[in-house]
């Protein structure tokens, strides 16, 4: 299939830890069709987009465009979003194909994305500002007399190994159970909302090894934890993550995206299955249930000004103090899983990646200061699907010493 690359830019969101910003480059056949989009509930925001002056010539990186290309072809994408890092600068942002193939609309750099298990690390930032700020601790035990959740979702006897369970479990996915390996119960009783989804597990789903053991992908577990920044701050889930994780970060347009098509929100793609696989076929509402495990619609480069706030290197000032990116960003003995990123045994870098039917998405941050996000509207069942999107679109320019990354920062 052809591959169109686009660029089209939103302005960055200015905050006090930013300079003010630049607009991105793009083609100036796309300038008409960026509209100012009135902001809406704190749930659904997305900000005035003012009118954009738009440069006569198109940075462009062919080890990537072309990889891109290649890479959408060979697993029939329609339309993706990159954005790459680069010493704290955004130094490449751009979109490929298709936001709505039906409409011909084309992917541009401020098109949403449904992030899926992205939304890990904003969860897993959240835990750390209520960490930073005394009113959270690892080793904190989360249910039963004592725990910081209490027995607000179950009453009586708790099950076995239920009230062991500590923050530290949850963010490691070492909860005793309530993972990918059997059934994962973030999609079950669809009829169910969070609260209730998490007392049915609990009394439904027993755990069958004491937590802190074993590893085992839970996004109920991170379910938990955006009840437990709830318990804690006071405020909703997503009102809090707005205001202490992407206010700072300079974000005002990620939101939860919806289950249905109908639901889609202004600026988002339109996804595409494969293999048979429905993007829109979730039960209802089940989408947005996810949230702090797996909803967050957002651009690459959103996901990219919350990294540099949060990567613990000292080109941009964090969000977070060094000791607490320390201890976000340190695996478990189990795993190599630390909190909402996987690490790297060589060199350490972080990574991790987001998967629902019509989305896939990559994150990076290395040790040597580059961080990149990819944001796909389709997925592959292909074997080697993964290992391509891991391997083969960015580190051939970031290991590439003669790559000629621009040096202005597009952010």
């Not at 938990?224 to 347009?253: F, M, W």
């Not at 639901?263 to 039960?283: H, L």
């Not at 495990?293 to 651009?299: L, P």
């Not at 969000?319 to 996987?342: F, K, Q």
């Amino acid at each position: 299939m052809e591959i169109t690359k686009n660029v089209m830019n939103g302005k960055k969101n200015t905050s006090t830890r930013r300079q003010p910003s630049r607009w991105l480059p793009g083609f100036a056949i796309l300038a008409a069709t960026l509209l100012a989009i009135a902001s809406c509930s704190k749930t659904d925001m997305q900000p005035v987009l003012p009118e954009v002056t738009l440069p006569d010539t198109l940075p462009s990186l062919a080890v990537i465009d072309d990889s891109m290309a290649s890479f959408m072809e060979r697993f029939d994408i329609p339309g993706a979003s990159i954005a790459v890092v680069k010493d704290g600068k955004l130094v490449y942002a751009k979109g490929y194909g298709y936001a709505d193939q039906s409409a011909g609309e084309l992917v541009d750099t401020s098109s949403l994305f449904r992030i899926a298990s992205l939304s890990k690390f904003v969860t897993a930032v959240g835990i750390m500002t209520l960490i930073e700020d005394g009113l959270l601790t690892m080793d904190d035990t989360v249910f039963g007399s004592g725990g910081v959740l209490g027995n607000d979702f179950f009453s009586g006897t708790y099950p076995a190994f239920v009230e062991d369970i500590t923050v530290r479990h949850l963010l490691h996915h070492e909860n005793g159970g309530w993972g990918n390996s059997s059934a994962d119960p973030a999609f079950a009783q669809p009829t169910l909302d969070v609260n209730q989804l998490i007392s049915w597990a609990i009394a439904n789903r027993p755990l069958t090894v004491q937590p802190g053991t074993a590893h085992d992908y839970s996004n109920l577990g991170f379910q938990i934890l955006g009840r437990i920044i709830e318990k804690v701050s006071g405020d909703d889930y997503v009102d809090y993550i707005q205001t202490h994780v992407l206010a700072p970060a300079g974000i005002t347009n990620m939101q939860i995206g919806g289950t249905k098509l109908a639901e889609k929100k202004p600026g988002e793609v339109t996804y595409y299955g494969q293999s048979g696989q429905n993007p829109y076929g979730y039960a209802n509402g089940v989408i947005s249930r996810l949230e702090s495990c797996g909803g967050w619609i957002a651009s690459a480069i959103d996901l990219m000004r919350l990294m540099v706030h949060a990567d613990g290197f000292t080109t941009v000032p964090d969000i977070l103090d060094p000791a607490t990116i320390n201890l976000m960003s340190t695996p478990s003995a189990n795993s190599n899983y630390a909190c909402g990123v996987r690490i790297s045994s060589i060199y350490g870098n972080w990574f991790h990646g987001g998967s629902l039917s019509g989305t896939r998405t990559w994150m990076v941050r290395t040790y040597h200061g580059y961080s990149w996000a990819i944001l796909l509207n389709s997925r592959s069942t292909a074997s080697n699907f993964t290992s391509h999107l891991d391997a083969r679109l960015v580190w051939p320019a970031v290991n590439n010493a003669s790559t000629p990354w621009p040096t202005n920062d597009l952010f």
